[in-house]
C-alpha cells in the first residue's frame, strides 16, 4: 500500500486520484496484515484496489466527479466496496470519473480531466478514466469501475489494460451512485483477465435487500474458469463492427488479435448485428431518461451542495442545481425529461425500449451461431484532450460498439491486443452471452 501510495503522489498530475489518505489507506492494511497473521486466508488479503469516486465509501469522500457532492460522505460503503473489503482488498483512494459517469473521455469531471499515461495529452477514456490511468500507470494494482454503456471497456481499450463488466444483475448497485439503473453495472479494471477474475469473483452476489435488480446467483469463482483450451472456440465476428468510421490501425489490430485466435484453434464466424447503428439513438434516450429521474435527489435539501443565495425553496431547489451540475448532466437531465414528458413518451422513450429489446434478440440469434463476440471496443484509439472541441455528439458516436451489449444487458469486457497511431493502446472487445462471464475471462486469459 505505501509503495501505490508513493507512486501516486509522484503521478499526481494524471489526475487520476481525487482522495488519497494515507493515514486511511493504512489503517485498512494493518487490519489485513491481522487477518493474515490470525490464519486468515481471503483471496485478496493486503490487496491494494482503489475505487471509481461513483461508489460510496465510509473512509474517503465520494463525489461522483461533481461539484454536486464535494467533500461528502457517507455513512455506509458500497456493496461493491463492502465485499471487496471481506475478500482482504485495502481501499487506495477514489479515483476520478466523468460527472456522474456521463461522458466517453473523462473531460466532464468538477475536478478536472485525466490524462492518458501512454501519452498525456490524450484523454484517458470515461467515465471511468481514473481507474484506466491509475492501473495502466501502476498506481494502483487494480481498480474499480462502472459501466452503463461501455465506461470499463473504453477506458480499459484506451489505457491498455484490462477490465469486464459483469451481466447486468451479478454486481449489487447499492451504494453506486445511479446513472441509468437499468445498465449500471460495476466490474474491475486490471492488468489481466485473471486478476479480473480474482476481483469480480469477489464483487459479485446476490445483494437483495439492498439491490432488487441484483441477480438470485450464487457467487462464482471465476479463476476456475481459466486455462481452458480455445480449441473449437467460435468467434463471432459481426460485420458491422467493422464498418467504414473504424479508424485502419484499430482494424489491423483487431484483425492480428483474431489471427492469433485462429492460430489457438478458434473458429471465426461471420455474424450480423443489423441494429447496430441504433444503439446510438436508442442508448442516449434511455440513459437520459433514466438520469433526469435518478439526478431528481440532488435538490440541496438531504445531502450535498447547497446554494448559498437563494429566495424561497423553489429558488433554492434551482439555484442548487443550477450551480452543482456542470453542462452535460444538465444537458442530459434536459434531455430525459423532454422524452419522458406527456406527448413525448411514446414517439421516443417507448419506441427506444422496443428498439432496446430488438438488439437483444439480435444478440440471442448471434449467440446460436458463436460462443462469443469479438470486435473493436472504439473506432479509434484515444483520442488527444480537447480533440472532439466539447462536441458531444462526437463522443457519443464513438461510443458505438459498446453500447448495444450494454442494452442487452450482457457481459463484455476489452484486453489490449495491440497499439495504433502514435502507439496508442488498442483493445479487443469481447461480448459473452448472459451469465458466461467464465467463458468470456477464460477467452481473454487464453489470449493472454
Ligand atoms: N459514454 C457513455 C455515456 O456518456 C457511457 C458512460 C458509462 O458507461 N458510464 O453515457
New binding site residues.
Partial sequence: AQHFLARSRQHATLGAFLALDEEATLAQARAADARIASGDRAPLLGVPVAHKDIFVTRDFPSTAGSKMLQDYRSPFDATVVRKLAEAGAVTLGKLN??EF????SNE?SAYGPVKNPWDPSRIPG???GGSAAAVAARLAPAATG???????R?PASFCGITGIKPTYGRASRYGMIA??SS??QAGPMARSAEDCALLLSAMCGPDPDCDSTSLDLPAEDFTRALGGSMEGLRIGVPKEFFAEGVAADVRAAIEGALREYEKLGARRVEISLPRTELAIPV??II?PAEASSNLSRFDGVKFGYRAKKYGDLLDMYRKTRAEGFGE?VKA?IMIGTYVLSHGYYDAYYLQAQKVRRMIADDFQRAFQQCDVIAGPVAPSVAWKLGGHGGDPLA??L??IF??PG?LAGLPGMSIPVGFGEGGMPVGLQLIGNYFQEGRLLNAAHGFQ
Avoid: K
Wanted: proline content about 0%; overall charge negative.
Fill in positions: 470519473c466523468d459517469a456521463m461522458g466517453s466532464n470515461g467515465s471511468s462502472t459501466d452503463t454503456g461501455g465506461s470499463i473504453q446513472y441509468a445498465l449500471d442508448y442516449y440513459a452535460e442530459r463522443d457519443y464513438a461510443d459498446t453500447l450494454s
